[in-house]
């Protein structure tokens, strides 16, 4: 079965931290770039961070810069979303994406443009004391 499954979010305190994680099975990322993004209640989606297939260039919201890394190991088939210093606005369903042929700004900027090739379901991030 293809498909990309998201696992790591749960409740966190604010200046907490998180690791997601987006393995995918019955294809391989290699060729994918990759994005995370999330949406919260009432709010549109947005593209957190997205990495490109190629040479690793990445992309990352303003609203994220300096607090979340994006990683990929194509051995273990998986994307990672490294959230530190979290803040109670991080609070939303978190879903990663992939993408043949498509660079990590115009990945997370344009997805609503761009047909992605595969969604996950999502993983709830809750940052609250």
């Known amino acids: 079965q293809v498909q990309l499954v998201e696992s790591g979010g749960g409740l966190v305190q604010p200046g907490g931290s998180l690791r997601l994680s987006c393995t995918a099975s019955g294809f391989t990322l290699d060729y994918y770039s990759i994005g995370w993004f999330r949406q919260a209640p009432g709010k549109e989606r947005e593209g957190v961070s997205c990495?490109?297939?190629?040479?690793?260039?990445?992309y990352y919201a303003d609203s994220v810069k300096g607090r979340f890394t994006i990683s990929r190991d194509n051995a273990k088939n998986t994307v990672y979303l490294q959230m530190n210093s979290l803040k109670p606005e991080d609070t939303a369903v978190y879903y990663c994406?992939?993408?043949?042929?498509?660079?990590?700004?115009?990945?997370?900027?344009?997805?609503?443009?761009?047909?992605?090739?595969?969604w996950g379901k999502g993983t709830l991030v809750t940052v609250s004391s």
């Open positions: 990495i490109s297939s190629s040479d690793g260039s990445t």
């Open positions: 994406a992939a993408i043949k042929g498509l660079g990590p700004q115009a990945m997370c900027v344009g997805s609503y443009y761009y047909g992605m090739d595969y």
